[in-house]
């Protein structure tokens, strides 16, 4: 006897019923073609249009190395090591060449329980990398009945980043960094990577994107490695409000859209959002304190200052 599947559902008054595991096809795999612990090589054998990057030209066919402008960018991101993990924060903003095509554009996303990926170059490619790394991972748990360690996910971001080196030829940049805490050693790790999908180890932080520069001299000034949760969030701000300071392509704490950067802290315990409600209190200290690193405001007090010659002139300057 057939059961409809929606006879129990009587809060719901819409004709849908959710499909149940015998309505969905499932791959059927013959002797020897075991579908193994990698999700992507699943995908390769299977379905190879469903990867990322499919769509594209070959290098060997009509591909012509560009850099399209009506391709929206993710720009900066940070992550810090602290004393009981690590944290990783993004700014909000894409740009498309030289115009804002996104002010509220999230870049940090989990990747497991344990780990985090943020990302920054083609927002398109990259935001489909992220989808495909975290189903990897997740299949690999499935399949081998325990997760990957922090080294064997770091080591396989890097062969979705080299996969993508087709696409990046073509402008198709995609250059994340990943961080995460180590169970097994009981810390936290930074990653960060290049086009080619080459991998690095940094002892205590790394930045990515266009502003990443400034914001890793601002990190490199005040870091140490007894940084708690709160300095630890106070520097990765202060570091993506300086990044916006010189880069235009960084968006930094907005006070009045009331937008502020994606910050992660991922700990033994697990990944913990910081609420937006907390970066705000801390975004407007931030700028109201030019010793956490908001602007310096001119003060209108003056001093009086002796002339270079001693002879008792003085002129006022400013504090």
């Known amino acids: 006897m057939s059961v409809d599947p929606r006879a129990d559902v009587g809060w719901c008054s819409l004709d849908y019923a959710p499909p149940t595991m ?3 096809p ?3 795999f013959g002797a020897g073609d075991d579908p193994g612990a990698s999700f992507s090589d699943l995908l390769r054998r299977r379905t190879p249009h469903l990867l990322p990057g499919s769509a ?6 009509d591909a012509t190395p560009h850099s399209p402008l009506g391709i929206p960018h993710g720009t ?4 810090i090591r602290c004393r009981d993990g690590v944290l990783m924060a993004g700014d909000r903003r894409a740009t498309e060449g030289h115009t804002i095509a ?5 870049k940090v996303f989990p990747a497991d329980a344990h780990s985090v990926v943020g990302i920054a170059g083609a927002a398109g490619p990259a935001m489909e990398m992220v989808r495909l790394f975290a189903t990897e991972l997740e299949h690999y748990e499935k399949v081998s009945g325990g997760p990957l360690s922090l080294e064997g996910k770091a080591n396989k971001l890097s062969q979705m980043i080299r996969a993508n080196l087709p696409a990046a030829f073509q402008g198709l940049v995609v250059v994340p960094l990943f961080c995460g805490y180590d ?33 890793r001299n601002w990190i490199k000034a005040f870091w140490r490695a007894e940084l708690d949760r709160d300095a630890v969030i106070d520097l990765s701000l202060a570091s993506l409000f300086q990044a916006a300071d010189e880069d235009s392509a960084t968006g930094g704490p907005d006070l009045i859209r009331r937008i502020y950067p994606s910050v992660v802290i991922v700990t033994a315990d697990g990944i913990a959002t910081v609420p937006e409600e907390e970066l705000a209190e801390r975004a407007s200290r931030l700028v109201d304190t030019p010793a956490l690193g908001g602007p310096r405001r001119v003060q209108a007090e003056t001093e009086p200052s002796r002339a270079p010659d001693g ?9």
């Open 22 to 24: 015998t309505d969905l």
């Open 183 to 215: 169970r097994r050693q009981e810390r936290g790790r930074v990653f960060r990577y290049d086009i080619t999908g080459g991998r690095y180890e940094e002892a205590d932080y790394a930045t990515t994107g266009s502003g990443g520069v400034h914001a």
């Open 76 to 79: 900066t991101i940070v992550t």
């Open 102 to 106: 996104s002010r509220a554009m999230d």
């Open 311 to 319: 002879a008792g002139v003085t002129t006022e300057v400013p504090r």
């Open 26 to 28: 499932l791959p059927v």
């Open 56 to 61: 594209l030209p070959t290098a060997g066919g």
